[in-house]
Nanobody, 115 residues
């Protein structure tokens, strides 16, 4: 069982920045494949960015060049640095972890981009 806790969401103006954090339990964090997803009202949950245990990253086209995913294995935490935020980035952001055949989710954190 892996527990994931997100933090860092909030209200930001268009063009602003936020950094989300995802703290994970477990002594083998370095082996986890991790990702950030988001879900806007009335829409499906979509992948925003992912990072493997080998630090390979992947981004949705809509956020490439604006968002950066990274991880710190020393403190069991994954991050999503979000710059140049747009109103269409408004959503609940979830972190996720793949470990073997299992997939774990955090509880989500709200990001609202509005003036």
């Amino acid at each position: 069982q892996v527990q994931l806790v997100e933090s860092g969401g909030g209200l930001v103006q268009p063009g602003g920045s936020l950094r989300l954090s995802c703290a994970a339990s477990g002594s083998i964090f370095r082996t986890y494949a991790l990702g950030w997803y988001r879900q806007a009202p009335g829409k499906q949950r979509d992948l925003v960015a992912s990072i493997t245990s080998e630090y390979r990253t992947n981004y949705a086209v809509s956020v490439k060049g604006r968002f950066t995913i990274f991880r710190n294995n020393a403190n069991n935490t994954m991050y999503l640095q979000m710059n140049s935020l747009k109103p269409e980035d408004t959503a609940v952001y979830y972190c996720a972890c793949a470990l073997g055949p299992n997939y774990y989710w955090g509880q989500g954190t709200q990001v609202t981009v509005s003036s």
